[in-house]
């Protein structure tokens, strides 16, 4: 072993609590014996008691960097990720990842490259350097185009600091889609605190009410970090986003008074209403057969209870977010809907698909009697 690794830890394993100096000891032979990989192991589970976080930078200063070619690159930046999180001025953070990221060969271990440029372009957007962490988040996502596929850990790094960029700036589309996919990557329940949970649930509901181009809550929806607002000040979202997600216009009316809890929703409210009568157009088209999609102005009026003046601009706003397809006829002022975008539906949906599926049953069997009783010999056994 290294004479001043061999220093180091003997200092160490005198100044340490009695539960870590097993780990500590441990190092020294495994380091002797080169067994690298059971040493990283050893590492991991060393950094992960709460004890040990004031040793935790001597520890990779002094010894993981002295063999750390030896080691997984990747394990290493996730070791290097961990222990940073110890470091409380920002320049010694930006410096210590700055360091960590110089170190990593990219053409050899991309993943490795990317979590510690994600790492360090986190650091930057704590810090206020948001042209520094756009600059970073663009080469993430460079390399990650280039590879085929990366530890989940590693896309989590990127999606995470991605929307948190978007978030401050205030961008709300690419904050939801990069915060999904963060989720992706993560387990909520393990890997996220119950605050940030709260926190993110809360953020995420309000970009999908936001988001200009956002009117497919699905996914949203359906995850389980969105349970986190139950029995909370902001539960009333949950409620408004399922609101939405069904075009349902009188609901969204009794929530209105609900607004103001969040300014930045009750400044918002004429978009809001915009969005919920697209949404409610949505709904209405959907839940037609195809034979019944020609829908005279006056129905959309009383179905998104628009002026039927406002009915045309809003039938337009859908074809353009390409949230329908069809024709308008201004004429005989009706629209005809050939096509309406998919989504994820409410229980309270899919029993209505059911029961058109029932009826659309019902009405093939009685074409199959039909044609049964005219041409007998059709269906005869020869």
């Not at 080469?139 to 600091?161: I, W």
């Not at 829908?295 to 337009?316: C, K, Y």
Request: hydrophobic share 40%; proline share 5%; with cysteine.
């Amino acid at each position: 072993m290294d004479i001043e690794v061999d220093l180091y830890l003997t200092s160490l394993a005198s100044s340490v609590p009695q539960e870590l100096k097993p780990y500590v000891e441990n190092f020294g032979k495994l380091h002797s014996r080169k067994l690298w990989h059971q040493l990283t192991l050893s590492i991991f589970e060393f950094i992960t008691i709460p004890s040990s976080a004031p040793y935790q930078v001597d520890l990779f200063n002094k010894f993981i960097q002295s063999f750390e070619n030896k080691l997984n690159s990747l394990k290493v930046v996730e070791i290097g990720v961990k222990v940073s999180r110890q470091l409380s001025d920002p320049n010694d953070i930006l410096s210590f990842l700055s360091s960590l990221l110089s170190r990593v060969d990219k053409t050899v271990s991309a993943p490795a490259y990317v979590l510690a440029l994600a790492s360090l372009a986190h650091a930057k957007l704590v810090f206020g350097d948001i042209s520094g962490t756009k600059k970073d988040i663009d080469e993430c996502q460079k390399v990650l185009d280039d590879l085929d596929g990366v530890e989940p850990n590693v896309s989590a790094a990127y999606y995470g600091v991605a929307a948190d960029f978007y978030k401050a700036k205030a961008d709300y589309v690419p904050y939801y889609k990069n915060s999904l996919l963060y989720l992706a990557c993560v387990n909520p329940e393990t890997d996220i605190t119950p605050e940030d949970r709260l926190t993110r649930a809360h953020d995420l509901g309000v970009s999908a009410l936001l988001g200009d181009t956002i009117y497919n809550f699905g996914e949203l929806l359906m995850h389980p970090i969105l349970d986190s607002l139950d029995n909370t000040r902001h539960s009333w979202i949950k409620d408004v986003l399922f609101t939405f997600n069904e075009g349902n216009i009188g609901r969204f009316e009794s929530l209105g008074p609900l607004l103001p809890q969040e300014p930045i929703l009750a400044a918002s409210t004429p978009f809001l209403r915009q969005k919920i009568c697209l949404m409610a157009l949505i709904e209405s088209v959907s839940k037609r057969s195809a034979e019944q999609r020609t829908m005279s102005f006056q129905t959309i009026a009383e179905e998104t209870r628009l002026p039927i003046d406002e009915v045309e601009h809003l039938v337009m706003k859908a074809l353009s977010l390409k949230l329908i397809r069809g024709t308008l006829d201004q004429v005989d002022q009706k629209a005809s809907i050939t096509w309406v975008q998919p989504r994820v539906l409410s229980r309270n949906q899919i029993q209505q698909l059911a029961d058109r599926l029932d009826t659309w049953c019902s009405k093939l069997a009685k074409v199959e009697h039909f044609v049964h009783d005219q041409t007998p010999e059709l269906f005869s056994v020869s």
